[in-house]
């Protein structure tokens, strides 16, 4: 059935205006958005269409890349936009959403109907039952779930089980934006569709594996938010436990949602729990003090707060994958604010040759490792050991040297995309393989749970590091006690 309305809750928030709005307009540009599709949004804001069309327009000429090209077509992507103020709690102010999201006298179970839901947590359920009331939850309406879906296991069921009360399953798009991401997705291509790299993909050829999400700003207004949830639950618990779960999953039967899924939930399953015996081996955990970031002087974490806090914004984990293919390979887990740069990427780091026909005494030798970096810039590099030219008594001298896959020069001709396009066109057209299943959320926080139980058992306080540094000394011994280092 075709799409009939796109809703928007918190249409008026900062993501709306940085990513949805932006990727929508950009759906319907390349023509992937049906022109007579009502986009309509909502917040307590109290504005009518123009007033948001005018609040788009201006999202759009900030966070378009290139900018707006044909105002033909923008100014007809913004004629689709409708508003209705709604506060979440009033259960009557969902029939007036109805009446505009279904218009054109047509019934809402007759209509085919996008919702993307970000809102805070707390308004999940009173949302939930207000669709469901006016008529919002049928067999042919979607719904998208943006993060935060809860703050542990307990409060992401009792979420999930709100949202199932209306929507099945098969309704329902669990959103995590680095799935959308081009290189996130790319590495099931890399994988899957390269023979050079999957049969070395294994404990046997792979010494471990690095994952680090690091950024240079703050707070940045997400105090409130923030100091309730610290690293661990802000970032390692969504995007890092999905990226260590697509390096490591096994090879999907078939490139659908229900199978890659499935194999994704299995390493979840297989991680090992961190417990109190455990922790200060495997964790480390910091906050960061004033110091510099890009030559600027910043505040430390608690100025930021204006209060004393014991809430990580940095930690490190050891994992391991309890399986044949993973068995005793390290995957080491950073992330954290106020860093010396910012970068999300993937170490793969290969072991040594099995024999080194060289002799000890060659200078420069080095394991192979491929980076898949995700930001900045999306690149897949592989470094490979190449001979430095010229003449040599008693020996070569060998030096790493970059094999770039690099996506910006060989897809020059393409635009780049914003992750939520991606993630917005499957949820329009119903795919559901870049979005996470109700097993994997509840994978993913069993195990988030465990490590902030042992942290509570052993009375585990955050080390203080520099901004502008790259954590604690602490979290260099975690990974040097193993002879690695950090990519850094």
Not at 360 to 376: A, E, F
Request: proline fraction near 5%; include cysteine; charged fraction near 20%.
């Amino acid at each position: 059935m075709p799409m009939t309305a796109v809703l928007l809750f918190g249409a008026t928030g900062d993501l709306s205006r940085r990513m949805l709005l932006p990727s929508l307009f950009g759906l319907s540009v390349d023509g992937l958005l049906p022109a007579d599709v009502r986009i309509v949004g909502t917040a307590r804001s109290q504005l009518d269409d123009e007033g948001f069309r005018a609040m788009a327009a201006e999202a759009l000429a900030s966070h378009v890349a290139n900018g707006l090209g044909d105002q033909a077509k923008a100014d007809a992507f913004l004629k689709q936009l409708a508003y209705v103020p709604l506060d979440a709690t009033d259960l009557g102010g969902y029939r007036r959403l109805a009446d505009a999201t279904c218009a054109d006298g047509g019934r809402c179970a007759d209509q085919s109907i996008s919702i993307f839901l970000s809102t805070a947590p707390s308004l999940f359920k009173p949302t939930i039952e207000g669709l469901a009331a006016a008529g919002l939850t049928g067999p042919n309406v979607r719904i998208g779930l943006e993060k935060p879906l809860g703050s542990d296991l307990a409060s992401s069921a009792e979420i999930n089980d709100a949202v199932a009360s209306a929507f099945s399953e098969q309704q329902i798009f669990r959103i995590d934006h680095y799935l959308g991401k081009e290189t996130v997705q790319n590495l099931l291509s890399l994988r899957f569709a390269n023979l050079l790299f999957e049969p070395q993909w294994n404990a046997h050829w792979i010494s471990h594996v690095q994952i680090t999400v690091a950024e240079t700003v703050g707070l940045e207004g997400r105090v409130d938010f923030y100091d309730g949830a610290g690293a661990l639950r802000d970032m390692v618990q969504n995007h890092m436990l999905q990226l260590l779960a697509l390096v490591a999953m096994e090879p999907p039967g078939t490139f659908t949602a229900s199978a890659v899924r499935d194999e994704k939930v299995k390493v979840l399953h297989a991680l090992r729990p961190i417990d109190g015996k455990s922790a200060a081996a495997c964790c480390v955990t910091g906050q960061y003090a004033a110091g510099a970031v890009n030559g600027e002087p910043v505040k430390g974490y608690a100025e930021e707060l204006g209060r004393a806090s014991s809430t990580e914004t940095f930690v490190a984990l050891k994992a391991h994958v309890d399986n044949w293919r993973w068995k005793g390979v390290p995957f080491y887990l950073r992330s954290g604010k106020r860093l010396g740069a910012r970068k999300s990427e993937i170490l793969i780091a290969f072991k040594d040759v099995p024999h080194n026909i060289f002799g000890d005494g060659v200078k420069g030798m080095q394991p192979n490792r491929l980076l898949i970096s995700l930001q900045p810039q999306e690149n897949i590099q592989l470094q490979l050991m190449s001979k430095v030219p010229g003449l040599s008594r008693g020996g070569i001298s060998m030096r790493p040297v970059a094999l770039d896959i690099g996506r910006k020069d060989a897809f020059a001709d393409t635009r780049r995309r914003i992750a939520y396009e991606q993630l917005l066109l499957d949820l329009i057209e119903g795919r559901q393989t870049l979005f996470v299943r109700r097993d994997e959320v509840e994978a993913q926080w069993a195990f988030i749970d465990a490590i902030r139980k042992a942290w509570a058992e052993n009375g585990t306080e955050p080390r203080p590091y520099t901004a502008g540094s790259w954590g604690p000394s602490a979290a260099i011994a975690l990974i040097e006690r193993d002879n690695a280092s950090w990519n850094d």
